[in-house]
């Protein structure tokens, strides 16, 4: 079974600029979470789409971020215009619906974004 | 969601066994123990979960004490390759609930 994938692995982009960030989750899981890691800091939850919608977007920083994930499957992050706080390592993460408590839910490996 | 408490760092030496407690005096009924192990470069692995008493798999145990407000993660004779940050994590995730994690623990395994 392929596992959580993401690309880019790493962009580095001119603030001001846009980036579009990609996740294919594991096949048939419709839960689909979006977090990030600033410098120095904690893990932070941005998103939780399940199937095509949003359940939980208390995360996202501002309105320069949008999520989507049209077809319930891949989702994008969209980060426009980007600022240099924006920079940091972005990971998306699905589950199986209802089985979160019994196997976790699989991160991929992430994208590292560098703003400057 | 229950905060949770865990040592910052912690060092062993190879073929030690190694324990890491976390604390959550505020566990709610209906939450869960989860770890999660990271490497560098890669996203949060999951290694194991538990509601109460003792849970082990391929990889670890997880002990939790009767009051469920603390847990210990297990790691039996370590290795190099062991060394990661380890977040405990408290919370009920059937829905697909958010996952809050800590700052970890991150464990140095040397020679």
């Known amino acids: 079974e392929a596992g959580v994938t993401q690309f880019p692995s790493h962009s580095v982009i001119e603030k001001g600029q846009t980036v579009t960030l990609r996740c294919d989750p594991i096949?048939?899981?419709?839960?689909l979470y979006w977090y990030r890691r600033v410098m120095g800091k904690e893990i932070k939850f941005l998103l939780h789409?399940?199937?095509?919608?949003?359940?939980?977007e208390s995360g996202m920083p501002n309105n320069r971020f949008l999520a989507e994930r049209t077809g319930g499957t891949y989702s994008t992050l969209k980060v426009q215009p980007a600022e240099l706080e924006d920079s940091g390592v972005y990971f998306c993460?699905?589950?199986?619906?209802?089985?979160?408590?019994?196997?976790?839910?699989?991160f991929g490996s992430g994208t590292r974004l560098t703003v400057v | 969601l229950a905060k949770t408490t865990q040592p910052i760092s912690m060092d062993s030496y190879e073929g030690q066994e190694v324990n890491i407690t976390c604390s959550h005096n505020?566990?709610?009924?209906?939450?869960?123990i989860t770890w999660y192990q990271q490497f560098p470069s890669q996203g949060p692995r999951f290694i194991i979960q538990?509601?109460?008493t003792k849970v082990t798999n391929e990889v670890a145990s997880l002990f939790i004490p009767a009051d469920r407000k603390s847990s210990t993660l297990s790691l039996p004779r370590v290795s190099l390759s062991d060394t990661a940050v380890y977040y405990c994590?408290?919370?009920?995730?059937?829905?697909?609930?958010?996952?809050?994690f800590g700052q970890g623990t991150e464990l140095s395994v040397k020679p």
């Open positions: 993460a699905s589950s199986a619906m209802g089985q979160g408590n019994y196997y976790g839910y699989t």
């Open positions: 096949s048939g899981h419709d839960n």
């Open positions: 789409f399940v199937k095509e919608s949003k359940q939980d």
């Open positions: 505020n566990i709610a009924t209906n939450d869960y």
């Open positions: 538990g509601y109460k």
């Open positions: 994590l408290v919370g009920s995730y059937n829905q697909g609930g958010k996952l809050i």
